[in-house]
T-cell receptor
């Protein structure tokens, strides 16, 4: 299965600033996904990152708040913009491969103060 | 819209016990169902993947079953160990409104195995 390198693993940020999270995959993948896991909650899909086109966002998530880049088939970034304490969460990237086995990055633990 | 429920939310057992974690889903038109393990503050580790055409999958002390018609999956852990302590998540793969296949997660079962 694919190996995903996600950076940073954690960060503490000031409110009003932005943080960009990176995911690098060791093989070319068609589908990359970004999830948020708020404290004590399960995972919620933010968006599907499509190579060569705009990301597809789920209900409740907008591009201005969570801009996503997907410049090639092995890399994607998620930016959390104009952060507030409510954005404190674990953010995870994921890829879907053959037989749709989903592999996840190790996550980015974000704390906004 | 797919909804996934996991019961119990938390479980504490003594070492050596066999245990069952339950997962139910509302839309039986799934492609597969996947069980994950999450350690505190960490990402997800895939444990078992059951395709919609399969009934069960086994890996070591873990066995997962799938009954699409009833919308249920179970994860059986044999001879539990303290190292099994983690949150276990099930996720169903279905077509989203955007046509991409996506995972819908349950809220997880937090397992504690006591030495």
């Amino acid at each position: 299965s694919a190996v995903i390198s996600q950076k940073p693993s954690r960060d503490i940020c000031q409110r009003g600033t932005s943080l960009t999270i990176q995911c690098q995959v060791d093989s070319q993948v068609t589908m990359m996904f970004w999830y948020r896991q708020q404290p004590g909650q399960s995972l919620t899909l933010i968006a599907t990152a499509n190579q060569g086109s705009e990301a597809t966002y789920e209900s409740g998530f907008v591009i201005d708040k969570f801009p996503i880049s997907r410049p090639n088939l092995t890399f994607s970034t998620l930016t959390v913009s104009n952060m507030s304490p409510e954005d404190s969460s674990i953010y995870l990237c994921s890829v879907g491969q053959g037989a749709l086995r989903y592999t996840f990055g190790s996550g980015t633990r974000l704390t906004v103060v | 819209k797919q909804e996934v429920t996991q019961i119990p939310a938390a479980l504490s057992v003594p070492e050596g016990e066999n245990l069952v974690l339950n997962c139910s889903f509302t839309d039986s038109a799934i492609y597969n169902l996947q069980w994950f393990r999450q350690d505190p503050g960490k990402g997800l580790t895939s444990l078992l993947l059951i395709q919609s055409s399969q009934r069960e999958q086994t890996s070591g002390r873990l066995n997962a079953s799938l009954d699409k018609s009833s919308g249920r999956s179970t994860l059986y852990i044999a001879a539990s160990q303290p190292g099994d302590s983690a949150t276990y998540l099930c996720a169903a793969s279905t077509i989203s409104s955007g046509s991409a296949r996506q995972l819908t997660f349950g809220s997880g079962t937090q397992l504690t195995v006591l030495p």
